[in-house]
């Protein structure tokens, strides 16, 4: 009988320690689940990461965006890169939220190069670096940029985007980033075509980035973070002897290339973007 007991409180023993193994097991899996924050990107080209093939499909998209660099960190799930390249604030809205829900935790957007029409005035006015005038377009390209920032339609709908992004994932983190300089700044007082369109480029890149931190001020909501990348990519322009940026024409043309990616991502995480939760 003695026997029978102690077998007995052998075979409750082994039981519990059974059951809190199993409980144990249970309770670690969405911890471990939990430690990836789920993630998010939308945006345009420089989202997709366009120029720095190769290609995943017509979006553009790119194995060296910014987000996919994420996607390798212990810290991070990147659910989809849904950005597109040519897409403005608006084709954010209409075609890119469907994958937001309550269970996003971290959205990147880099969103409002298109609304400015950006490409245009490369491709238009930007002949001048080859020694060629600009094209009959190029003031129309300008005129358009100039209306946008001016009249603070492109302020409006970075606002009117950020706040879609609020209302279809409600619990995550919104990081809004700037665009590089294409071209480095140069010194003062130049006077040659190529220099006068390099002074454009800059300040329009200088207003671009200002609206979009305009826009997240405005939105007041400690949820949404601006990040400036201009700094990382300085002495790395599309003419510079390192360029992280690259020359040329289409798809690959003023944007950057693996390096410049790798430049976002490294500005991205040192805002504290794709840390571990």
Known sequence: MGNTTVRRRHAAFAAGLATLAMAAGVASAPAQAADKTK????????????????????????????????????????????????KTTGDVVNDQLSQLNKSTELVTITAGGNNLGFGDIINYCGTVLANLPPAQECAGAIAHAEVQLQSGQLESDLVAMIQSVQAAAPNAEIVVTGY???????????TDPAAQ????????????????????AAVDDPKVQYVDVRAAFLGHGALSPEPWINLGTAPDGFHPNAAGYQAYFTALSQAGTFATP
């Open 180 to 190: 590089p300089y294409l071209l480095d700044p140069i010194p003062a007082g130049l």
């Open 39 to 86: 993630y998010i990107a939308l945006g345009d080209s420089f989202a997709a990461g366009q120029g720095a093939g190769p290609y995943l499909d017509d979006c553009f998209r790119s194995d060296n965006a910014y987000s996919e660099l994420a996607d390798e960190s212990k810290a991070i799930k990147l659910v989809v890169n849904a950005a597109c390249s040519g």
């Open 197 to 216: 369109f390099i002074y454009q480029a800059t300040d329009l890149a200088d207003r671009l980035n200002q609206t979009i931190a305009a826009a997240v």
